[in-house]
């Protein structure tokens, strides 16, 4: 267990290394706050409503994007131009383990940073959480971190097997973004997109959080929250069968990168 934790801070290090303290609080905090007053005061013009609780969680959430969707679905994108990718492959260590000590301490980060947001969002836009279960709350951005980490190591699988990853990240965060709940209602989506948000983490989390300011069901809750931790184990698990079934390709092949 030392051992795990050892590699996944020395893994989370090795992303960080190249910022600055005041860079990386920069990027963890003042970039995703910034993006959370623009969504807020967007919907305050386009809604007409100064009760903005629905998009100060959603976007709470979405502050996310930024750690477990940029940091750690480039982190193999990163590990092959280091010319890790070699060693990854050949290392006896278990991949499932690979896969998630890199994801543990990104997802300790974004809880923090979520919570920061649903702080600074409350102060800025007059939100009252002091009518709101603090410990379900926790509980449920620690679930939507731990989800949201496992799709974020998911989506960076695909970095073994194509060089646009940028594209690829970038077009992910905006189907969170558009899909997820947190800036447009699911119930007025269409079919499709109804479909694609049942897919994708945050969206029960996002549903729950907002269950504490209108009136929690336990049952309900509990239930979203379950299903959000099945959609997070799910992506753990597709991002062990694909890099399971890249290593083998790569051996068949005899090379170390799918492409």
Request: charged share 10%; net charge positive.
């Amino acid at each position: 267990m030392r051992r795990f934790f050892t590699l996944a801070w020395l893994s989370y290090k090795s992303r960080q290394s190249i910022f600055r303290l005041d860079e990386f609080l920069c990027l963890e905090t003042i970039y995703p706050l910034l993006t959370l007053i623009f969504y807020c005061v967007l919907a305050s013009y386009s809604y007409n409503t100064d009760n903005l609780t629905r998009w100060v969680v959603g976007n709470s959430f979405l502050l996310c994007v930024n750690t477990c969707i940029f940091t750690l679905g480039s982190t193999f994108m990163a590990e092959r131009a280091y010319g890790c990718i070699r060693s990854l492959v050949a290392a006896p260590e278990g991949k499932l383990l690979i896969i998630l000590h890199k994801g543990l301490f990104t997802c300790i980060t974004a809880v923090v940073t979520v919570t920061f947001g649903f702080f600074a969002g409350s102060l800025l836009f007059q939100v009252n959480f002091s009518q709101i279960n603090l410990l379900l709350f926790f509980t449920a951005v620690i679930v939507a971190m731990f989800a949201a980490a496992g799709f974020g190591l998911f989506i960076g699988i695909f970095g073994l097997i194509t060089d646009q990853m940028h594209f690829v990240l970038n077009f992910i965060s905006y189907i969170l973004m558009i899909f997820c709940g947190a800036n447009f209602p699911i119930s007025q989506l269409p079919i499709a997109g109804r479909l694609i948000s049942r897919l994708i983490p945050l969206t029960r989390s996002i549903e729950a959080v907002n269950m504490l300011f209108s009136g929690v069901i336990i049952e309900k809750f509990v239930m979203l929250l379950l299903q959000e931790a099945g959609i997070g184990a799910g992506y753990y698990f597709l991002s062990w069968l694909l890099i399971k079934g890249i290593e083998k390709t790569a051996r068949r092949k005899g090379t170390l990168e799918v492409f």
